[in-house]
């Protein structure tokens, strides 16, 4: 370890990748493997070779003294796992890493891949939190966006999470997909609300090249909703879920009051963090780094010492992901962190680039902070990040 490392510059938290799914969903483009109907991880060799192999990775890791405060296990479905591979995997990364006491362990779970036994024992070993992909409380849009899942599946799966009382509960909801109106949307916002769950993600719905929607759909045509359509998607979403107590922190976030997803908030506030696993994304020493993203050329990186080839990234894209992903907050950024850490003069640049977007209401500074308005100015904000990109970019 290099001595002159920054303690507060360096990683407490970990990602882990899990790239196994029963099918692939139309409009995934993550990292996955489909596994079919095997729902245990123990009845498969393919899954418990992975784990091998990403424990692997992570008993060689670089460390750094200071213990993991959040993991999230992201996927693919980790609720495919068998307790016994999540504890294998969370034995090693407390080994080598070390975890502290009360850290927010987050897992992402589908409907109809866990039972009761399974979700027991993901909280026996220390999960704390749970990410579940409703997506959408009508059958005929499951069936559209490819999910495996049934509306019995969701209710069925809610039932065992009320049972294991897990603390932190957060549900997936999609809007914009194809066919969708906004009768079902505000119909999946309220079922959202009825369930009650500490935090409710929604996704406005992406339309990536080399996925199942990416062959099937052009980007603003038909069936798709409207650019009309899914900005009323996103105002009702803010107007119901705020007006049932839930704060919007984050452009697709939103959270009871002390219930906001810390790990998240580590990419957002552009701190460093490991990455383990095929595709999965690291941010140490500076280093941004992206693992293989097909399984066995992963496992061969692996095998080869899972060497991290790349730059450290240069000032001026540091600058530019600060405002990235620090702007996706509500509170925004910090003009007196910036400051600091880019110059005064960079920082009155940056408002002389922001004017008009001040004129039109889309930004304001408040007690300090750099921040896009509610919900306007967080639905105009890919235009606003694309000029700054624009002027700042190399």
Same mark, same amino acid.
């Given at each position: ?19 196994? +799914?029963?099918?692939?969903? $139309?409009? +995934? ?26 424990? %692997? ?5 670089? @460390? ?21 591979? !999540? ?13 502290? /006491?009360?850290? =927010? ?5 589908? /409907?109809?891949? $866990? ?9 026996? #070993?220390?999960? %704390? ?30 039932? #065992? ?43 406005? #719905?992406?339309? =990536? ?20 359509? @899914? ?29 906001? +997803?810390?790990? %998240?908030?580590?990419?957002? =506030? ?24 097909? @399984? ?41 962190? !910036? ?14 680039? !922001? ?40």
């Amino acid at each position: 370890m290099d001595q002159k490392v920054n303690v507060f510059n360096v990683p407490s938290s970990a990602y882990v990748h899990i790239p196994f +799914c029963r099918r692939r969903c $139309f409009y +995934c483009d993550f990292p996955v493997s489909v596994v079919g109907d095997r729902l245990r991880g123990e009845t498969s060799g393919t899954i418990s070779q992975y784990v091998e192999v990403l424990c %692997n990775e992570i008993a060689i890791a670089p @460390t750094f003294g200071q213990p993991l405060k959040t993991i999230f296990f992201g996927g693919g479905t980790p609720s495919l796992l068998s307790t016994a591979q !999540l504890e294998k995997i969370l034995t090693v990364l407390k080994q080598r890493l070390g975890i502290v /006491p009360g850290a =927010e362990i987050s897992m992402e779970i589908d /409907p109809g891949t $866990f039972d009761l036994a399974h979700i027991k024992g993901y909280r026996s #070993l220390g999960v %704390n939190r749970v990410s579940f992909g409703v997506q959408a409380f009508q059958a005929e849009l499951l069936k559209i966006a490819g999910r495996s899942h049934s509306i019995a599946d969701i209710f069925a799966a809610l039932e #065992l999470i009320r049972q294991v009382e897990i603390p932190e509960f957060s549900i997936d909801l999609i809007s914009g997909l194809p066919h969708q109106s906004l009768d079902q949307w505000q119909y999946s916002l309220a079922k959202a609300v009825d369930i009650a769950p500490t935090h409710i993600s929604i996704y406005d #719905l992406t339309i =990536e090249p080399g996925t199942a929607f990416g062959r099937y759909y052009q980007p603003g045509a038909l069936p798709l909703p409207t650019d009309e359509t @899914t900005v009323k998607m996103y105002e009702m979403g803010q107007q119901i879920l705020t007006g049932a107590g839930y704060q919007h922190y984050e452009i697709s976030n939103y959270a009871q009051p002390g219930h906001q +997803c810390q790990h %998240n908030r580590v990419y957002w =506030e552009n701190r460093p963090y490991y990455g383990f696993g095929m595709g999965a994304a690291s941010y140490v020493e500076g280093k941004r780094f992206t693992r293989p993203r097909k @399984t066995q050329e992963y496992y061969q990186w692996v095998k080869a010492g899972c060497v991290i080839d790349c730059d450290v990234t240069p000032p001026q894209e540091v600058l530019l992901e600060t405002l990235m992903l620090g702007l996706r907050l509500a509170e925004g950024v910090s003009l007196s962190s !910036l400051t600091a850490e880019f110059g005064a003069e960079k920082v009155a640049e940056i408002q002389r680039c !922001l004017r008009s977007h001040f004129e039109r209401g889309w930004m304001e500074v408040a007690q300090g902070r750099l921040r896009f308005t509610d919900p306007q100015g967080f639905l105009f904000s890919n235009v606003v990040l694309a000029e700054l990109f624009a002027q700042f970019g190399s």
